[in-house]
């Protein structure tokens, strides 16, 4: 797969092999048609055009800004989480009596933050005490030299070639005071495994065609803010040229830099060559299987409960196809590999402000959504279930602690729904993030429960076999807003059946529009039953990378979004992966005040109560505009009384 294709679907072929694929009478369903029909290239609206026209060079325009935004805040977002970790562990410190309890205490804290690979409490009146390996003791007597001022401290990154375990291989040493008596009188220090800043990097190169590059500025050292930055986290992008942009990485001496590598164009899909998926009205017998599987010259992969069968073939797919139609199969296709694109309700509430540490500093797609406002009426009912079918969700993560109900691995049935990349994690804690317990970040749906269904593996990537039926599994199992943050530009008959299949037992599906800055329909955002949502900026405006059509029906911030990620860890990243799940999160809200409404009910208030962006009513960039929560929750609120 190249990059420019990572977030979504790995699919079936490319358009002139797709038309004898679908056997079974089925075409490709068409993508929903804008009201507003098509734009010409002249345009009888003057002011209309010049507008697309803009938006469309945006779109002609690389990623590397985006990029340097979201790992500069990672970056940062690491830094400051370990400064108030270590400051919380110190104010506990305070009260312990003897070296014993102390010792006892941070070898409690260092089991509970993965991340810390050592602590060293370093006290005016006593010998220093370690826990862990110690990776860098000069950087450690360094930390202790400038907590003597009353400051804080953040090194270079430094690498361990040899070092044993990979994520240790690139770290970092912070350090704080320890306060007694109003006055410095000692240190605590730590060593940090900064590793999942590569692969933080290594999914963003991958879905947005850039190259990312890291500097530490060797031979510098930076002391870390006392103040809170902004909404924008403190970053400073500078566009060097066209293809490369820098980024500071906020209080420390590190640089991003980021150069887009890829060029804008239609994308072929790609397919199973050698596997047929083939669903029948009855389960097989094994005679049956014995005998398909010689005639085709191949064998049965796997099986699942819906009278579905993958098969190895060496026969020609068109052959193969045909072979099953003569067998009475309802359904015979290709089978394509998929990739990741990124309380009950109450009336009249008093304004609600999340006092989660990162919600004024870096979640600024919340107040522009103004969530705010809805929350003024509902932070969400339990009784409302989200499905995130994704990479899994960190079960671990204290984000998540009674944030989730049952879920299922559609890849090993034996197993827990643990996520081993990191994608779904971040797009579940965009829903629905433990809210007002004085870390991390905020979701949007505060009392909601997260479904993991876990249908990718650790480098992204899994079947529609396993999407498709975990979808089927989520539907049958109560999930009420199903994310899809997965696409593709080609059709599987497949897919659209288990769509259809949670659309008909009342699931809203949401969907990711893509991160390839184009206006081919993708797949599941195309389907009818869908609804497809395109990422905005920060700016809001359209994002570079989103793309769009006339099947986008609303917008959603998607860049530089803060969220969970793996391992107690935090995370910026960017992409239509992540305006999806904005919208899940909300539709979930409205179906936690008028939990009757439709999906196609639930569609039409999210688009009517929309801030129309971009050319005046639903364009092909923005749908009918960008979400916006307040308004949302207020028109359900009068949809239970008409």
Known sequence: MNQRARWGVIAALTALLMVPLYWHGAQPSPPRQSEAGPIGPLGVDSARTAHVQRLLAKKKSGNESVVANDIARTAALCVRDCRIMLTEITNELAHMSTPEKKREMMLHHLAQHPQFVSLTLKEQSGEAITVGRVLRKDLQEQAHRTTKHDDFYVSDLYTKKHQADAKEKVSMTVGVPVVGDSHVTGSLSADVEMGHLGGVISLQDSQMGTRTKLLGMDGKNEMLKKTESGPQGGTQIQQVNQKKAQSNVEGTAWKVNVSSQQERGAKRAQVMHNELLVRFAHDLTDAQIARYSQEIGGSLLRKNSRHTYLFSFSIAPAEAIAYFKSKGAILAEQHIKLRPNTAPATINRA????????????????????????????????????????????????????????????????????????????????????????????????????????????????????????????????????????????????????????????????????????????????????????????????????????????????????????????????????????????????????????????????????????????????????????????????????
């Open 351 to 642: 304004t609600e402000q999340p006092n989660d540490m990162f919600y004024s500093s870096n979640q600024w797609n919340l107040p522009m959504i103004s969530a705010d406002k809805a929350w003024e009426i509902t932070t969400g009912d339990p009784h409302v279930t989200i499905a995130v079918v994704d990479t899994g969700v960190d079960l671990n993560h204290p984000e998540f602690k009674g944030q989730l109900v049952q879920g299922r691995n559609m890849l090993n049935n034996s197993a827990p729904p643990q996520d081993d990349n990191g994608h779904g994690t971040h797009v579940a804690g965009v829903i629905a993030a433990r809210t007002n317990n004085l870390e991390g970040i905020a979701g949007i749906d505060w009392a909601g429960k997260i479904m993991p269904i876990k249908a990718m593996d650790a480098d992204g990537s899994g079947s529609v076999l396993d999407i498709a039926d975990g979808i089927v599994w989520a539907a049958d199992h109560g999930a009420m807003v199903i994310n899809l943050s997965l696409g593709e530009y080609a059709d599987s008959d497949y897919l659209h059946e288990a769509i259809r299949h949670a659309y008909q037992k009342g699931a809203v599906l949401v969907a990711a529009m893509g991160n390839d800055g184009i206006s081919d329909p993708s797949y599941p955002a195309a389907y009818q039953e869908v609804i497809g949502v395109a990422a905005n900026d920060e700016q809001n405006e359209t994002a570079t990378f989103s793309n769009y059509g006339a099947h986008t029906s609303v917008s959603a911030p998607g860049v530089a979004i803060a969220s969970t990620y793996p391992d107690n860890r935090y995370a910026a990243l960017s992409g239509t992966s992540m305006a999806s799940p904005h919208v899940a999160g909300v539709a979930a809200l409205i179906r936690s005040i008028n939990p009757d409404l439709t999906p196609d009910q639930v569609r039409s208030l999210l688009e009517q109560t929309a801030d129309d962006l971009g050319p005046e009513g639903h364009d092909e960039y923005y749908g009918y505009g960008m979400i916006n929560v307040g308004r949302a929750i207020k028109a359900a609120v009068e949809s239970r009384t008409e």
